[in-house]
């Protein structure tokens, strides 16, 4: 089984910026797509970004795109979410998602089968 770890979160102003990491456990971590997703207070878990097993093929929400970048580096089994011109409805939990198979339904939470606990992120105005 696959057990995910985030970290990175915390307190920025408005326009500050936060690089979120996900540690993957496991030997076959490039077989895995990979995704963030968040959940703010009140609402459901939206879809954030995702990346393909090798890294070759990426994915946005539009509220994200421009701003976000998702990368990976599979020597290190790690999964990152680099955040720039954070708003204060990026406000969160963010959590990082492992989906076995093709890249596709990369937005759709129930494709993915393993999750980690998240890390809260608060944008101050």
């Known amino acids: 089984q696959v057990q995910l770890v985030e970290s990175g979160g915390g307190l920025v102003q408005a326009g500050g910026s936060l690089r979120l990491s996900c540690a993957a456990s496991g030997r076959t971590f490039t077989s895995y797509n990979m995704g963030w997703f968040r959940q703010a207070p009140g609402k459901e878990r939206e879809f954030v970004a995702a990346?393909?097993?090798?890294?070759?093929?990426?994915d946005y929400a539009s509220s994200v795109k421009g701003r976000f970048t998702i990368s990976r580096d599979n020597a290190k089994n790690t999964v990152y979410l680099q955040m720039n011109s954070l708003k204060p409805e990026d406000t969160a939990v963010y959590l990082c998602?492992?989906?076995?198979?093709?890249?596709?339904?990369?937005?759709?939470?129930?494709?993915?089968?393993?999750w980690g606990q998240g890390t809260q992120v608060t944008v101050s105005s």
């Open positions: 998602a492992a989906k076995n198979g093709i890249y596709y339904s990369l937005a759709q939470s129930a494709r993915y089968a393993y």
């Open positions: 990346i393909s097993g090798s890294g070759s093929m990426t």
